[in-house]
């Protein structure tokens, strides 16, 4: 089904591969040229389903499958091509260190937790989050919430087993209810749809609070959260606040307009891990003005690190669509594999179109990416380079639940800005999975959670996340990495409104 006519935005292509790479420790300063994308070679909506698709529930009611998916591809498009364009271009800056991506949320979104307040939350500590970084780099932050589409969750293991009972797994709450029981555990089509609906009203608000003044610059201060208010980070984000809202008010006084929508306004975009495939192809269409075809369920889709076999079908559905898309890489990626990969789903070679996002844990960071970005950059591929210091570092708690440390996650974020320094190459994002809720869930950080605070405040509906004042203070460490980044390729250019308060990094 064809979307209406949206502005032609083209998609930028990268350095001629045949350009020699940086020598190790400068910084790889290649510029970003705008190529138009073709359509992909040999490729259908549904030739994924000639492929072996992993991780896939069995639906027992195959007829009650086939309507949903024919109601799914009657409804409207949750996104819209320009915007997943934009996004690209966006990223495309990230991938030549001219932008940093801060891609968040929830690990699982669920249907019980769905309700205004912890989508305004998690939106708020995001944009808390992006002045801290944008602040500490000097540059544009990319806004991509873990949201209006994250439910679906791969699993090690189709089922589980408690006090001897063997249950299919949960796979996320548009596929089947996490209630242990064997009415729950069967898979039912009909939560698409109510998964479609939340998507479509979450984003709904979201762009509300977007575009309809909540994000205003002039707000800036009042984007505290209550719990976070008197706590060390709360009082380190309220000075640099109060330094934003100063150069407010100088470039007020110099005339300078403040109405203008960049200052009013923010941009944001969804993601979500792209598993449910009837799902993601019922919510494809074919924009009218590019004839390329879109998953309209979200901006920003990723293939994780079960479900990217190079034969597989997620691999197989992904290379179709045009929209910017990640990949997982644990430390088992091999790095030949890697660049085969960016191949087949980048083979037009657009900056912005691939981000790869590492979890290998902070030991592993350190032996194994490097290999991979030697690889990447010896076959001339240009990528947006990301950490995700979360999924590396889950551990069970003595009281038996999961948990993460912040002290590894913030060594993994540490090796990765390392690495990328040894190899001059651009650190180009972080992606938490985090919350704007005052949970208990991950042990450290300052406001310190211990084993024994965990059950208090244990609210995930799958794995662990950062509370907002462990989110704030991750950004806080980061912006003066980036800083020190900063002044170290222009010693000259010095902030004039100061260093953002330094956490040691």
């Not at 091509?81 to 801060?102: D, S, T, Y």
């Not at 977007?210 to 380190?236: C, I, K, P």
């Not at 910017?324 to 960016?342: F, N, Q, T, Y």
Request: proline share 7%.
């Amino acid at each position: 089904m064809p979307l209406a006519p949206s502005p032609v935005l083209p998609n930028p292509a990268v350095p001629s591969p045949g350009r020699a790479p940086p020598r190790r420790g400068g910084l790889l300063r290649a510029r970003a040229v705008r190529a138009a994308p073709r359509p992909p070679s040999k490729w259908a909506v549904g030739s994924w389903r000639d492929r072996p698709a992993l991780q896939q529930p069995e639906y027992p009611d195959k007829a009650g499958l086939e309507d949903v998916l024919r109601a799914v591809e009657s409804f409207p498009p949750i996104v819209f091509a320009g915007e997943a364009r934009n996004l690209e271009e966006r990223l495309a800056e990230a991938a030549v260190g001219r932008a940093f991506l801060l891609q968040g949320g929830d690990c699982a979104e669920s249907f019980k937790e769905f309700n205004a307040n912890n989508i305004r939350d998690t939106f708020r500590v995001l944009l808390q989050m992006s002045v801290v970084l944008m602040f500490g780099g000097q540059m544009p932050v990319v806004k991509v919430g873990r949201m209006a589409g994250q439910f679906a969750k791969p699993r090690s293991d189709g089922f589980e087993e408690r006090d001897g009972v063997k249950l299919p797994s949960y796979r996320g709450d548009n596929i089947n209810g996490d209630a242990f029981d064997e009415e729950s555990r069967v898979p039912d089509p009909k939560r698409m749809i109510s998964a479609y609906s939340q998507s479509a009203a979450t984003l709904n608000l979201l762009r509300a609070f977007a575009t309809g003044g909540y994000a205003a610059m002039q707000r800036v201060t009042q984007w505290n959260l209550d719990f976070t208010q008197h706590s060390e980070q709360g009082d380190r984000y309220m000075e640099l606040a109060h330094r934003v809202d100063e150069a407010l008010g100088f470039m007020a006084a110099a005339g300078l307009t403040l109405d203008h929508p960049i200052m009013t306004q923010t941009e944001f975009w969804t993601s979500h891990e792209c598993l449910l495939l009837p799902y993601e192809q019922a919510l494809t269409r074919e924009d009218s003005t590019t004839g390329l075809y879109y998953d309209c369920s979200a901006h920003f889709l990723w293939v994780g690190e079960r479900t990217r076999q190079l034969d597989g079908a997620h691999v197989e559905f992904l290379r179709g669509i045009a929209n910017p898309l990640g990949i997982k890489v644990s430390d088992k990626m091999d790095p030949a594999e890697l660049v085969r990969l960016i191949d087949i789903l980048n083979p037009e070679n657009r900056a912005g179109r691939i981000t790869i996002i590492t979890r290998m844990g902070p030991e592993n960071m350190r032996v194994k990416l490097p290999h991979l970005i030697r690889a990447v950059r010896g076959a001339g591929q240009i990528v947006t380079w990301v950490t995700d210091p979360m999924h590396g570092n889950t551990m069970k708690a003595p009281c038996g639940l999961k948990t993460r440390s912040f002290d590894r996650i913030l060594a993994e974020v540490r090796a990765f800005f390392d690495v990328h320094e040894q190899e001059g190459s651009h650190p180009g994002g972080v992606h938490l999975e985090m919350t704007g809720q005052n949970v208990t869930e991950c042990i450290g950080g300052s406001r310190t959670v211990t084993f024994d605070d965990l059950g208090s405040r244990y609210h995930t509906h799958c794995d662990p996340r950062l509370n907002a004042s462990q989110s704030l203070e991750m950004a806080f460490i980061i912006a003066e990495r980036l800083r020190k980044r900063r002044m170290a390729s222009s010693p000259l250019s010095m902030n004039q409104l100061g260093t953002v308060p330094s956490m040691g990094f």
